[in-house]
Nanobody
Framework: QVRLVESGGGLVQAGGSLRLSCAAS????????MGWHRQAPGKQRELVAI???????NYADSVKGRYTISRDNAKNTVHLQMNSLKPEDTAVYHC?????????WGQGTQATVSS
């Protein structure tokens, strides 16, 4: 019913920026919340940013002040702006939405930050 496709990952030098996008398609009514997770080698998956249906946002301490989650309602797309990137930000980033009582994941996009 719901398909999420991420884009925008790539290779960037430390201090640079990336803008990730997640396009949602399918039968979507109300979205309870959406967010971005990341998983680096040897580490557990980490929730880095969430956006609730009311518009409130929350960020992991590790990215707070550097990342911004936003949504384009007309295009059913959620974005993650990542600034001042550090090598430790290197991970596969997945978007997630919870709608209709179910959760849906994107396939992930790789972000690599070089020293």
């Amino acid at each position: 019913q719901v398909r999420l496709v991420e884009s925008g990952g790539g290779l960037v030098q430390a201090g640079g920026s990336l803008r990730l996008s997640c396009a949602a398609s399918g039968i979507i009514f109300s979205i309870d919340w959406m967010g971005w997770h990341r998983q680096a080698p040897g580490k557990q998956r980490e929730l880095v940013a969430i956006l609730t249906s009311s518009g409130s946002t929350n960020y992991a301490d590790s990215v707070k002040g550097r990342y911004t989650i936003s949504r384009d309602n007309a295009k059913n797309t959620v974005h993650l702006q990542m600034n001042s990137l550090k090598p430790e930000d290197t991970a596969v980033y997945h978007c997630y939405i919870n709608t209709g009582g179910r959760g849906y994941w994107g396939q992930g996009t790789q972000a690599t930050v070089s020293s």
